[in-house]
Structure formats: C-alpha cells, structure tokens
C-alpha cells in the first residue's frame, strides 16, 4: 500500500464511553464520520488516544470491526495491536487483519526493555501475522526505550514492515524502507517538510480541516502550523487523551470520561482548554 492509499492526516480517534465507561458505538461511529468530513483521511482505532491499554480484547476488536464496517467512503483503518508480550500481539495483529484493518500500529515492546535482537526477533513475528502494511510506533516517552534511526532501516528489512510513527522528534528523519508518519502534532510541518507521508495526530480532532491544508498548500504550511500551535499545545496539558475528551466535550462532541488510572481534566485544565477553544471558534454554540 502506497503513502497515499494511508492517508496524510491520520487521526489518533479516541474511543467514546458512555456513563458506566462503557464503549459507545454510537457516538464513536457519529465521531468517526464527523471526522472524515472535516479533514481527515484516516483512523488509528485503538491506539494510546483510544485507550486501548483499559480495552479487553472483545472490546479492542469490537472497536477495530466497528470502524471497518463503518467506514466513512475512502477512509483508511489502522488498527492498534501492539502489546508487550509477542503472543498478544501477534493475537491482535492476526485478529484485526481478520477483520479488514488496512494496516496495523505496533508499538515497541513497553515495560519488558527487550535488547536489540528481542526487538527484532518480537517484530519478526508480528510480521509473519499479516499481509498488511506494519506501521512501528516508536515512542520512548511512554515504552522507556527508544528505536535509533539504524535499527528501524534493519526492522524495514521484515516483510510488511512499511512505516514508522516516530513520535522522538530527536529522531525524525527520512529511514529507507519506512513511510515516515509524525507522531506527535507540533512535529507535523517538519515531517512534511521532510517529504513525509504526513501525521498520526490528535488535534485533528478538532482542527482537522487546517491540518489538512498543511498537506494541500504546502507553500502556507508554516503560517498555517504557526496558527495551530497554542492548539498543539492545549492537547498535551496533561495525559493524553485527557485533555482531547475535555476539549471534544466543549466543541460539542461528547465522549464520555475515561478509564482509571486517567481522571477527567481538572477545572483549571479546562478553563484552559476553553480559552484556546474559543480563540479558535471552535466551543460549541461559537
């Protein structure tokens, strides 16, 4: 599959809960289409924003099979299924190729710290468990170790292994083999600018359309990215996907709360998600 036939704003969907926090497949396929008209190309489903690591594995799948089938027209499905423990994620990898995903995200083995040959031998058998394009998910911040430039050229060499989310901007940078993806928002120009394939983001949940030009009038790119920063920004006052569900809840877009051990955004966080909300237009009602 193509960097096209991905998509260049991917959005890191979160998963809507209802009052008991439980899965609300209503309001995730009304947010899902929401999304596709305002700018965005694609879903990750079941990923760090979508809170994927409080999911059992019915309620994981079940997400990944609601978006596949409710997929809005031309939209791509990437599928979360990365775990720490090589037999789960080879499960997931299996499971959600069952179910249609275009390609899945798999994050770096967390917790575990495997050496450089764990690393590769765990992503070798996520490989043999699809014939869809692998998305790597290098984030240290969250899995305590890191995937250098070199060794991702050596995990480019597995079959179906065809693209990296590189969310250590000390690390972005064009990698042969691998499809680069930003991985955090504020890194989204630079990776364009880079040639990239385009972004993995959460503030197009809210500004996607922008986002978007950013792909589509490359010669605006900085002055549309210098618009967008305080909303970058507000998506990172604390655990993400906190202060997204606040934020989508203000817009407009209830989402319910989230599952322990994150809690709702504090009143001062809100306040503050407000105040970039409305600069922007964008509180419900605006």
Not at 54 to 76: F, K, N, S
Not at 161 to 179: P, R, S
Not at 252 to 268: C, F, I, Y
């Amino acid at each position: 599959m193509t960097a096209q036939g991905l998509g260049a704003v991917l959005t890191a969907i979160v998963t809507p809960f209802d009052a008991e926090l439980n899965v609300d497949e209503e309001a995730f396929v009304a947010l899902l289409h929401h999304l596709a008209a305002h700018g965005s190309d694609g879903f990750v489903v079941c990923g760090t924003t979508g809170e994927a690591s409080t999911l059992t594995d019915e309620e994981h799948l079940r997400v990944i099979e609601l978006a596949v089938q409710e997929r809005p027209a031309g939209a791509t499905i990437i599928a979360g299924t990365g775990s720490n423990n090589t037999q789960h994620a080879v499960h997931l990898t299996e499971r959600a190729t069952e179910l249609g995903a275009d390609a899945v995200l798999s994050v770096t083995p967390y917790y575990n710290r495997p050496n450089r040959r764990g690393i590769l031998a765990h992503y070798g058998e996520v490989s043999r468990a699809t014939d869809k394009p692998i998305v790597l998910y290098n984030i240290p911040a969250r899995v305590g170790i890191d995937l250098p430039n070199d060794l991702l050229a050596e995990l480019a060499q597995l079959d179906h292994v065809a693209y990296v989310k590189q969310a250590n901007n000390a690390n972005l940078a064009q990698v042969d083999g691998l499809g680069l993806y930003a991985g955090n928002d504020e890194a989204f120009l630079a990776t364009l600018e880079l040639g990239g394939c385009g972004g993995i983001l959460v503030a197009s949940h809210l500004v996607g359309e922008q986002m978007h030009r950013m792909v589509d009038e490359p010669e605006r790119r900085a002055e549309i990215d210098a618009s967008l920063r305080d909303v970058y920004a507000a998506m990172g006052l604390t655990s993400n996907p906190i202060p997204v569900k606040a934020a989508l809840a203000l817009a407009g877009h209830p989402v319910g709360g989230l599952r322990l051990p994150l809690v709702e955004a504090s009143g001062t966080e809100r306040a503050q998600l407000r105040d970039v909300l409305d600069r922007h237009g964008l509180l419900a009602g605006s």
